[in-house]
């Protein structure tokens, strides 16, 4: 008799690799990755709708000025060029940000794993808002935390749960909210919670993380003050050029306190040593020409909100009673609650099968609740497509309805 | 020999059923085959066998279509041989529902189950009569897609209020559903191969987690294999005759999997069959292989003969 091993290190892997795991959704969405398949799952941008002239200029421009420094390491807070490039970029909507008190990171994805780094010990507390942004639940839960949970409503994190928990006692090291059409909630905190919120975390002496990937592409009302804005020193903000200009150069950025600042420079010069000096530059170059990148933003804007529009006006149309979903004033997502009995993660073989395809609730959460609840992102597909794909969604609900009335006579 | 090795598809076993075909494909290459992969889920497959025009189709493919016969039927019409069972006895195997049938009467032992279909809920009012299924089976029970693989869809309910939710979930992956008896004890996996049909080594079963479900099969690790079966020696025998008796009853050829449960009184169950059994690196029928000498090109090298006795012999 053997013991066939597999894999022949699984003694010896750390505590905190056990999530990591084979999934049926993953399954599913290799098949959901299939162009016959509307996929109203994954969050990417569109960026087939930026000229590619304009990034070739950069690109070339890179080369021709700088072309060893492009090429070689850099310092691991990132070029100066690009961070107050960056600065300009947060200006725009308001954020002041010194250069010196930000740190580049790959993607603003990086930032949360480095914020991760420097304050959870394992089974230490933090808040995050639920649902919250998967790739943050992922980037924290490597540092084993427990986790707060404050939902949302219609206007963001509900302050109140945040307090409550506070008054009984609770001390989160962190919380972590996505404030501007939040991913996946797609809804936005509103100025008197954001008043509330950094009173709060200021009195209580917790940092507030601030990721704004969608700050910028808002359809319509007017811009909010970032958190950033109203407590600058107790506030991590996290940028990203990902949803404005492209995810592939991976850059994105913290901005905090320079004792914070310090700390994820070193967090990040462990991780990668330095950011890619080529992209940087590139992205440092793009955003030289603000005619040109407000242009491109704004074309992209005006392609979201029209697709935001389709995606809303189709689930109106053919969702069944019941359901319920977010109104986003921007950003790329549709957050929908049906009644208690659906089983989104289940539903899904069936979705795809139908040749759509969305993400279910339970991802967004770290206790396994969302069970009835799906993420709908309406930024890759075309307006047609996307009706197409709400039609077959809607389809099934109802089909699903029917079926659970059979199920329970 | 010119090889076509098909893999892929557009099941949700896409992924794994890749894994496998590359390996498959390696394996071939390595014997000396001029093997290729195709993938029915990137292009058209007649259209790419046409091109290709292969001596051998090498069927790695999982869930329906590759398993339920469509793959096989649109083989015989364009005339290209392929490795494993013939397209009626695939679509009886693949369905769990038809598959019990047949291996019941043929007195091979399976768990005492309970059809469900969608069709009879959403048309017939079947829902009314659940409660008699869970009569029939007992608790717990095991609720499980007729016609679909991997575990996918697979759910295990201790307390009857649980049953309607599970079969919804069983229902997202198929249109009918077996609600079966769940059976306490040692769970194995015995491959056969070849003409006529030889059983490999038993591969002992034991998740880790305590449920095989997709993500103890599938992440390396998550579940131990113990090759041969930690059982006695009857119990030994008695799967190697079970699985050869499904073999028959099912009219099964080349290469196939037949998962059973081994109860405390060393008696067999049989769970399902697989007519494409998985060839990943964590995947039971090479660990079978494996204990019994094989290696993965020997393996292949097997079926692919097997296939060609058929042939000589037809």
Same mark, same amino acid.
């Given at each position: 008799m053997a013991e066939f091993s597999i894999d022949r290190f699984v003694d010896l892997y750390a505590h905190r690799t056990s999530g990591m795991s084979a999934s049926e959704v993953r399954a599913l969405f290799a098949v959901a990755s299939r162009p016959e398949v509307v996929s109203l799952a994954g969050g990417m941008p569109f960026v087939q709708a930026l000229p590619t002239d304009d990034v070739l200029d950069a690109v070339r421009g890179v080369l021709a000025e700088h072309g060893a420094m492009s090429l070689q390491y850099g310092g691991g807070q990132g070029h100066l060029g690009l961070r107050e490039r960056l600065a300009?970029?947060?200006?725009?909507?308001? *954020?002041?940000?010194?250069?010196?008190?930000? *740190?580049?990171?790959?993607?603003?994805? #990086?930032?949360?794993?480095?914020?991760?780094?420097?304050?959870?010990?394992?089974?230490?507390?933090?808040?995050?808002?639920?649902?919250?942004?998967? @790739?943050?639940?992922?980037?924290?839960?490597?540092?084993?935390?427990?986790?707060? #949970?404050?939902?949302?409503?219609?206007?963001?994190?509900?302050?109140?749960?945040?307090?409550?928990?506070?008054?009984?006692?609770?001390?989160?090291?962190?919380?972590?909210?996505?404030?501007?059409?939040?991913?996946? @909630? @797609?809804?936005?905190?509103?100025?008197?919670?954001?008043?509330?919120?950094?009173?709060?975390? /200021?009195?209580?002496?917790?940092?507030? *993380?601030?990721?704004?990937?969608?700050?910028?592409? =808002?359809?319509?009302?007017?811009?909010?003050?970032?958190?950033?804005?109203?407590?600058?020193?107790?506030?991590?903000?996290? +940028?990203?050029?990902?949803?404005?200009?492209?995810?592939?150069?991976?850059?994105?950025?913290?901005?905090?306190?320079?004792?914070?600042?310090? /700390?994820?420079?070193?967090?990040?010069?462990?991780?990668?040593?330095?950011?890619?000096?080529?992209?940087?530059?590139?992205?440092?170059?793009?955003?030289?020409?603000?005619?040109?990148?407000?242009?491109?933003?704004?074309?992209?804007?005006?392609?979201? /909100?029209? /697709?935001?529009?389709?995606?809303?006006?189709?689930?109106?149309?053919?969702?069944?009673?019941?359901?319920?979903?977010?109104?986003?004033?921007?950003?790329?997502?549709?957050?929908?609650?049906?009644?208690?009995?659906?089983?989104?993660?289940?539903?899904?073989?069936?979705?795809?099968?139908? =040749?759509?395809?969305?993400?279910?609730?339970?991802?967004?959460?770290?206790?396994?609740? +969302?069970?009835?609840?799906?993420?709908l992102a309406f930024c890759y597909p075309p307006e047609d497509r996307i009706r197409e794909g709400i039609a077959r969604l809607g389809g099934l609900l109802e089909d699903e309805q029917a079926l659970y009335r059979s199920l329970h006579p | 020999m010119n090889v076509a090795v098909l893999a892929g598809g557009r099941t949700p076993e896409r992924d794994v059923s890749l894994r496998g075909g590359h390996r498959v494909t390696g394996a071939l290459q390595e014997l000396g085959h001029d093997a290729v992969l195709i993938d029915p889920g990137e292009r058209a497959l007649a259209e790419a066998l046409q091109e290709r025009s292969p001596d051998l189709c090498y069927l790695t493919l999982h869930g329906k279509e590759g398993e339920d016969g469509t793959v096989q039927r649109l083989l015989d019409l364009v005339g290209l041989a392929h490795t494993g069972t013939a397209a009626f006895d695939c679509e009886i195997a693949f369905d769990k529902l038809l598959a019990k049938d047949a291996l019941d009467r043929a007195g091979v032992r399976t768990p005492a189950w309970a059809p469900i279909e969608g069709t009879a809920l959403r048309d017939l009012g079947a829902g009314a009569s659940l409660g008699r299924a869970v009569e029939r089976v007992g608790l717990p029970c095991v609720v499980k897609p007729s016609r679909s693989g991997s575990a996918l869809g697979v759910n295990s309910v201790a307390r009857e209020a649980d049953l309607p939710a599970a079969v919804m979930a069983a229902l997202s992956f198929s249109g009918g559903v077996v609600v079966e008896t769940a059976i306490v004890g040692t769970e194995v996996a015995v491959g056969v191969i070849g003409t006529p049909g030889e059983t490999l080594p038993a591969v002992e079963i034991v998740p880790k987690g305590g449920t095989y479900d997709y993500a103890a099969r599938y992440t390396a690790g998550a579940t131990e294999y113990f090759t041969p079966a930690r059982l006695g020696d009857d119990a030994t025998a008695a799967c190697r005759d079970v699985a050869m008796a499904a073999w028959d009853a099912l009219g099964l050829r080349d290469v196939t999997r037949v998962d059973m449960i081994v109860d405390r009184d060393g008696v067999p169950w049989v769970l399902e069959v697989s007519v494409s059994p998985g060839m990943t690196e964590t995947s039971l029928l090479p660990m079978g292989a494996n204990a019994a000498g094989m290696g993965l090109a020997q393996l292949c090298d097997a079926v692919i003969q097997s296939t060609a006795t058929r042939r000589g012999g037809n």
């Open positions: 300009g970029l947060m200006a725009a909507e308001n *954020v002041e940000g010194d250069p010196e008190d930000m *740190v580049i990171t790959t993607g603003a994805q #990086q930032a949360l794993d480095l914020v991760g780094k420097i304050f959870i010990d394992p089974g230490d507390l933090i808040a995050v808002e639920a649902p919250a942004y998967v @790739g943050a639940l992922t980037a924290f839960g490597q540092y084993e935390p427990r986790y707060l #949970q404050i939902e949302i409503d219609d206007d963001g994190m509900i302050v109140d749960q945040l307090e409550e928990a506070l008054v009984r006692g609770e001390r989160p090291k962190f919380v972590y909210t996505c404030p501007n059409f939040g991913n996946p @909630g @797609g809804v936005t905190l509103s100025y008197r919670r954001r008043e509330q919120l950094v009173a709060l975390c /200021r009195e209580a002496g917790i940092p507030i *993380v601030e990721d704004n990937p969608y700050g910028m592409l =808002r359809f319509e009302g007017s811009p909010l003050p970032a958190l950033r804005t109203l407590d600058p020193e107790n506030v991590i903000y996290l +940028g990203t050029v990902s949803k404005v200009f492209s995810p592939g150069v991976r850059v994105g950025w913290a901005l905090a306190e320079q004792s914070v600042v310090q /700390r994820l420079v070193l967090a990040k010069e462990a991780a990668d040593l330095c950011g890619s000096s080529f992209t940087m530059l590139v992205t440092e170059r793009y955003f030289a020409d603000e005619a040109q990148w407000r242009g491109n933003l704004a074309t992209l804007t005006n392609i979201y /909100r029209s /697709r935001r529009d389709a995606m809303l006006d189709s689930i109106d149309e053919h969702f069944p009673d019941g359901a319920m979903w977010t109104n986003p004033a921007g950003g790329f997502y549709v957050w929908v609650t049906l009644p208690d009995w659906f089983d989104t993660r289940a539903m899904l073989a069936a979705a795809v099968e139908r =040749r759509v395809a969305y993400v279910p609730g339970t991802a967004f959460y770290p206790d396994g609740r +969302g069970g009835n609840q799906m993420r | -």
